[in-house]
């Protein structure tokens, strides 16, 4: 028994000592990052900010869509970790495209319009240039808050395109991130207000009794009360969605990392527990945890590197130390995933984005199965994260 052991254990030392360490898988990112970025730039008006891939060619989009804000945000991230100056000009280049989107809220996606670019841009560099905007893009989030709801509206569908008065989504939960930074900055309690009433008002009425989400709850703005509670992305209304759980945890992870309050932690516990339940054994889940075609069923990369990102910062905050490792090995084994070959894109390859296998959305036959901005930048953050670097 004992010289079975003795070979046991150092078949698991010969193991792991293959196993590539965190260090050089972050640097091996990075560098296909810088490449892969440098070249997407190349591709780009000075109006355009990459989107995806459509038939084989790289689709991009104007300004007012609302992942504009994540392509100059990875180009933060990547400046953060190689300091190259050629990166940082790009980054500053793409945030000033989106200027315009930060006086005027279309949408709750302001936040993330705002955030990754001129947030980023502020964080890192603590050039007070890109201050103001994401004070005045909190402002104009915040006219979208309904107090009879106790929440900020999401989406402008008409009622008659879409039988909805006042939809709010979990995705929303992302955007407070606007309105607390916002007020850090500025110092107007509102913002903040906002920004906890709506956490409240979702922890409320967003989740069922497991701590899955659903994606939609349309609200009567006169009287606050819930007129339904739907999908628009995911398989059935009462099925579990990915990347809308993803954004439920991350969310909640980082109004507790900004406000403090408890409850916020204990939610995204509840979440984080449902999800590491569900997951695949590579830890990148399918694009919806209740998709009838399972285990054939697409996986999306995107909510996959979200949910790293948020598990690696919950696993800080928790008090709860095993909980905190279950946390940190559940990214950890996501990361290594997204970072193999079935993920992460050869330089050259991709049309020039990082990470291949992310769903928009599936029921509205978009983009399904190709790369997205927002998969890479969350991707990217979760590395800078397990470095101690955000």
């Known amino acids: 028994m004992k010289k079975y052991l003795l070979l ?4 698991v030392a010969a193991l792991l000592s293959c196993q590539e360490s965190e260090k050089a898988l972050t640097d091996r990112v990075f560098a296909v990052a810088a490449r892969q970025y440098a070249d997407m730039e190349a591709s780009l008006s000075e109006t355009t900010l990459p989107r995806t891939i459509e038939a084989d060619t790289l689709r991009t989009s104007n300004p007012t869509w609302w992942c504009a804000g994540f392509y100059p945000g990875s180009l933060w991230y990547i400046y953060l970790r190689t300091g190259d100056g050629n990166i940082r000009a790009m980054a500053e280049k793409n945030t000033r495209k989106v200027y315009a989107e930060t006086q005027k809220a279309r949408s709750h996606d302001i936040g993330f319009v705002t955030n990754c670019s001129y947030g980023n841009a502020f964080r ?7 201050r103001q905007p994401i004070i005045d893009a909190a402002h104009a989030l915040a006219t979208r808050f309904n107090p009879n709801v106790g929440a900020t509206r999401s989406w402008n569908f008409s009622a008659k395109r879409k039988k909805w008065l006042f939809p709010v989504i979990i995705d ?13 900055l500025c110092g107007v309690d509102s913002l903040r207000d906002i920004a906890l ?6 922890i409320k009425n967003h989740f ?12 009567d703005p006169e009287d606050g009360s819930v007129r339904m509670k739907c999908t628009h992305q995911g398989y059935s209304d009462d099925s579990a969605w990915a990347r809308g759980q993803a954004w439920g945890l991350y969310g909640y992870t980082m109004m507790y990392r900004e406000s403090g309050e408890k409850a916020y932690l204990d939610q995204a516990e509840h979440i984080a527990s449902y999800l590491i339940g569900r997951l695949p054994s ?12 399972i285990p ?5 990369a995107s909510a996959g590197a979200i949910m790293a990102s948020a598990l690696i910062e919950l696993s800080r905050l928790t008090a709860d130390r095993n909980a905190a490792k279950k946390y940190l090995a559940t990214a950890r084994k996501q990361v290594r995933t997204l970072a193999g070959p079935d993920y992460l894109a050869e330089p050259g390859e991709n049309c020039h984005f990082l990470l291949k296998h992310s769903v928009g959305s599936l029921p509205g036959k978009s983009e399904v199965d190709v790369p997205l901005t927002y998969a890479d930048y969350y991707f990217l953050e979760a590395l800078l994260r397990l470095e101690g670097k955000l």
């Open 8 to 11: 046991l254990a150092t078949a």
């Open 208 to 219: 069922r009794d497991d701590y899955s989400t659903w994606h939609v709850v349309d609200y």
């Open 296 to 300: 054939d069923a697409l996986r999306d």
């Open 172 to 184: 929303n939960m992302m955007n407070l991130e606007l309105l607390m930074e916002a007020h850090k």
């Open 197 to 202: 009433t709506h956490a409240n008002t979702t």
């Open 124 to 130: 890192i560099t603590g050039d007070t240039t890109w």
């Open 282 to 293: 590579d830890g990148i889940p399918y694009w919806d945890f209740d998709a009838p075609e």
